[in-house]
């Protein structure tokens, strides 16, 4: 069982960027899919990027398309989410997920482990 701890998140203006860290300790960070999910108050939990074990075809939701960029560095068991040109509505929290296998797909329930989130908020 993997366990997930966040970083990086804060207060940003709008335009600006944020870095969030997710730190993987107890499986094989190797072998897990990642992904980044939010939360905004009053909100569902969205998708917000994924990436396999290779780090090859990282998938993005079409509102984050273009700003940010998910990657990940297995030696460190540590995937990023680089947010640019932040807005206002990218206010949420933000959270890590794992899952043992190949696809990142955006479907929350196929990630069994979480972390437990990081604020990220954009002040316009």
């Known amino acids: 069982q993997v366990q997930l701890v966040e970083s990086g998140g804060g207060l940003v203006q709008a335009g600006g960027s944020l870095r969030v860290s997710c730190a993987a300790s107890?499986?094989?960070?190797?072998?897990?899919?990642m992904g980044w999910f939010r939360q905004a108050p009053g909100k569902e939990r969205e998708f917000v990027a994924a990436?396999?074990?290779?780090?090859?075809?990282?998938t993005y939701a079409d509102s984050v398309k273009g700003r940010f960029t998910i990657s990940r560095d297995n030696g460190k068991n540590t995937v990023y989410l680089q947010m640019n040109s932040l807005k206002p509505e990218d206010t949420a929290v933000y959270y890590c997920?794992?899952?043992?296998?190949?696809?990142?797909?955006?479907?929350?329930?196929?990630?069994?482990?979480w972390g437990q989130g990081t604020q990220v908020t954009v002040s316009s």
């Open positions: 997920a794992a899952r043992a296998g190949t696809v990142a797909t955006e479907n929350p329930r196929l990630y069994a482990n």
């Open positions: 107890g499986g094989a960070f190797a072998m897990y899919t």
């Open positions: 990436i396999s074990w290779s780090g090859e075809t990282p």
